[in-house]
């Protein structure tokens, strides 16, 4: 398994800003995925982090808005640029782990508002 | 359109009844997972069914992968308000990235 902590939990944001969420995990891990889950939806890929390349973003995601870092096997950074309402959203990092079932498992969540 | 197709969208039972939150896809899946979400919390992983036809029992919770790998179903047996959540189902079809159904919002009145 995998323990993930995410750092803020929370904020409240004005328009235009950036914030940096971070996410750390308590054992190696290859692959980090970061998330997005609007209020009452499901989850939506944001992109995918991979230590040492370029993160790999999904649709309608692009890097200016969502730059991610991936420093080392334990750690990531998302941050969310010029922030609108829009990016009012819970923010979720994941893991994979390997083995048979390549289990996924997620940190708790930066639930973001942005005024 | 969405890959995983979840239905009901919602469920509100009583304490003690039983209820089936279902997952239907047209691909076939090298596994399904199934995550609880509570409130303020992110999902934790309930299952993962690997095997088509498996059936997998955790207490009261009973999940079952279709035979063709491209279905799967949850049953609570006797629900109780700590099941209260929302039930989402993922499953990763061609490569590593998970794709997550709409999600089934349970709740459990006392």
């Known amino acids: 398994s995998a323990v993930i902590s995410q750092k803020p939990s929370r904020d409240i944001c004005q328009r235009g800003t950036s914030l940096t969420i971070q996410c750390q995990v308590d054992?190696?891990?290859?692959?980090m995925f970061w998330y997005r889950q609007q209020p009452g939806q499901s989850l939506t890929l944001i992109a995918t982090?991979?230590?040492?390349?370029?993160?790999?973003?999904e649709s309608g995601f692009v890097i200016d808005k969502f730059p991610i870092s991936r420093p080392n096997l334990t750690f990531s950074t998302l941050t969310v640029s010029n922030m609108s309402p829009e990016d009012s959203s819970i923010y979720l990092c994941?893991?994979?782990?390997?083995?048979?079932?390549?289990?996924?498992?997620f940190g708790p969540g930066t639930r973001l508002t942005v005024l | 359109t969405q890959l995983l197709e979840q239905s009901p969208q919602f469920l509100s039972i009583q304490e003690g009844e039983n209820l089936t939150v279902y997952c239907n896809s047209s691909?076939?899946?090298?596994?399904l997972q199934w995550y609880r979400q509570e409130p303020g919390e992110g999902p934790v992983l309930l299952v993962t069914?690997?095997?088509?036809?498996e059936v997998k029992k955790l207490k009261r919770l009973t999940f079952q992968f279709g035979d063709a790998r491209k279905d799967s179903s949850l049953h609570i047996t006797a629900a109780q308000p700590g099941d209260t959540g929302l039930y989402l189902c993922?499953?990763?079809?061609?490569?590593?990235?998970?794709?997550f159904g709409a999600g089934t919002t349970v709740t459990v009145r006392a």
């Open positions: 994941s893991v994979r782990t390997g083995g048979l079932t390549d289990t996924q498992y």
């Open positions: 054992s190696q891990v290859t692959m």
């Open positions: 982090a991979n230590q040492g390349s370029e993160a790999t973003y």
């Open positions: 691909s076939v899946f090298s596994s």
């Open positions: 069914v690997v095997t088509g036809g």
């Open positions: 993922a499953g990763a079809p061609n490569d590593y990235k998970l794709s």
